[in-house]
């Protein structure tokens, strides 16, 4: 079992960064690769990022690269999402999640999930 807990929305102007913490507990986490997630009100949950369980290997959903960075510190068991140059097109509630072995850009295939940040950019 891993319990994954997201921190660090909240409300910013277009242009801004915020940056997304995810803290896992329970099995190990660097076991696992991992994904971050975002869901809008009606919309299905859509890709963003993902990373190897190493940290080796990245990945990015196109509407993010170059804006968007994940990274892990698996000694401190917490994976990040650095979002530069927002836009209000980002707002939406952020999930990560995790699976094993390797990322994929399809959710259904993520084991653990935690229970979401709300990100809001304004104009």
């Known amino acids: 079992q891993v319990q994954l807990v997201e921190s660090g929305g909240g409300l910013v102007q277009a242009g801004g960064s915020l940056r997304l913490s995810c803290a896992a507990s329970?099995?190990?986490?660097?076991?696992?690769?991992m994904g971050w997630f975002r869901q809008a009100p009606g919309k299905e949950r859509e890709f963003v990022a993902g990373?190897?369980?190493?940290?080796?290997?990245?990945t990015y959903t196109d509407s993010v690269k170059g804006r968007f960075t994940i990274s892990r510190d698996n000694g401190k068991n917490t994976l990040y999402l650095q979002m530069n140059s927002l836009k209000p097109e980002d707002t939406d509630v952020y999930y990560c999640?995790?699976?094993?072995?390797?990322?994929?850009?399809?959710?259904?295939?993520?084991?653990?999930w935690g229970q979401g940040t709300q990100v809001t950019v304004s104009s």
């Open positions: 999640a995790a699976r094993y072995p390797r990322y994929s850009d399809y959710e259904g295939t993520y084991r653990y």
């Open positions: 329970g099995r190990t986490f660097s076991s696992y690769a």
């Open positions: 990373i190897s369980w190493t940290g080796s290997s990245t």
